[in-house]
């Protein structure tokens, strides 16, 4: 309601600066029309008292105004000063526009400056003190929202960190568990049975792992990082994934390749894509990896020939616990692809999915080039 009364204001300001402008340029411009032809007609009967001085009885003049317009002069006058009128209308239209609008563009700054994760940055930033009252009370009310979302924010934030943090040490103790019933037990099913727990148990650390991090602020740590020397400790440590689906790794090494950025950051967000690519591959299917300096950018090329995705899903990717098949039996929990997106958001750079042909996904990860 408020907005709609905001938005009213505005407009019925905006037609009044219009209907006042307007009027006024007509008037303006009538004036100074009229002045001209009252000119050029004194003008003309000075003409006629000069030329007929002897003659000495009443001298009936008719001016034709239609005559006097059509002449050169007066048609370049008319068309000089409603040029002017118009062009000095305008500015002064625009003017009262930007007047009018300057409060709500101050208002888009002080939203475009806020970053959730730092609470300074709009904890008064959004009042608007200049302008019309409407518009102090959308900034007012802009500002105390907010401050709503952003308090929902942390505690969302903080209740997620804090449960991921009380089931670290469980979920440790559990797989301690299992590792000394497994050295126990020398029974294949037995063994069996406690290999799938254990795999299960690896994968809610790895679920409270991520959480933790999507949970908390990031502070980078820049240093010289080698991308062959990483990608190839991420194929090391997802070795037993790739042989299990027999995938076949097509990496080519560019030891000169080098980016100043969080070594820790930039391990996880690789890891993610590569693993994804794992995830989601067939058997007996590949995986290409490239990276190539472009211009000003770096850029990392994960592609697979595995299931791919659709349109809708290649939107949907990256949203917090989405899984493109939408199948719950299959591994991950829809946090990995989500946490990238925010790593590399963190780390500066974009993250781009494609359809890879004739048929897979390619995961492009472009670094602005330091």
């Known amino acids: 309601m408020k907005n709609d009364k905001v938005y009213q204001s505005i407009v019925f300001k905006l037609i009044v600066a219009v209907v006042i402008i307007f009027i006024s340029m007509l008037t303006i411009t009538n004036y100074m029309i009229n002045q001209k032809q009252i000119q050029m007609t004194e003008e003309m009967l000075y003409q006629i008292e000069r030329y007929m001085p002897a003659y000495r009885n009443s001298v009936v003049v008719t001016v ?18 409603t040029g002017l009128v118009i062009v000095i209308g305008s500015m002064i ?12 563009k101050s208002l888009q700054k002080n939203i475009a ?11 008064d930033n ?25 308090k929902d924010y942390r505690r969302q934030k903080d209740f997620s960190a804090n449960v991921a943090h009380e089931l670290r040490t469980p979920v440790a103790i559990m797989k301690a568990q299992v590792d000394v019933f497994k050295r126990k037990n020398n029974d294949k099913y037995a063994q069996d049975f406690a290999e799938k727990i254990d795999d299960n148990l690896e994968k809610l650390k790895n679920l409270i792992e991520s959480v933790l991090m999507f949970s908390k602020k990031q502070d980078l740590n820049i240093s010289e990082v080698c991308v062959t020397s990483l990608i190839e400790e991420i194929l090391f440590d997802l070795e ?17 390749l080098c980016l100043k950025t969080d070594d820790v950051l930039l391990q996880r967000l690789l890891f993610n894509i590569i693993e994804n690519s794992v995830k989601y591959n067939i058997n007996n299917g ?12 770096l850029v990392i090329e994960v592609s697979d020939g595995g299931i791919g995705m659709s349109a809708e899903q290649k939107e949907k990717i990256f949203d917090l616990f989405y899984q493109a098949d939408n199948s719950r039996h299959k591994e991950g929990f ?14 500066g750079a974009r993250i781009v999915v494609k359809d890879n042909q004739p048929q897979g996904s390619k995961f492009l990860l472009i670094f602005p080039n330091s």
């Open 126 to 150: 959004l009042l608007v003190e200049d302008g019309s009252s409407e518009i102090v009370d959308l900034s007012k009310s802009f500002n105390n929202l907010m401050d709503r979302i952003y």
């Open 64 to 81: 034709n105004n239609a005559h006097l317009q059509s002449t050169a002069d007066f048609r370049i006058y008319s068309f000089v000063v």
């Open 113 to 123: 400056k806020i970053d959730i994760d730092k609470p300074e940055t709009f904890s």
């Open 286 to 297: 590949f995986i290409k990896i490239d990276t190539k300096k472009e211009e000003n950018k």
């Open 93 to 104: 239209f625009a003017v009262i526009i930007s007047k009018i609008l300057a409060p709500l």
């Open 334 to 347: 829809g946090i990995g692809l989500a946490l990238s997106k925010q790593i590399a958001d963190t780390l």
């Open 240 to 256: 037993d994934k790739i042989a299990n689906k027999n995938i076949r790794i097509d990496f080519e090494k560019n030891d000169n």
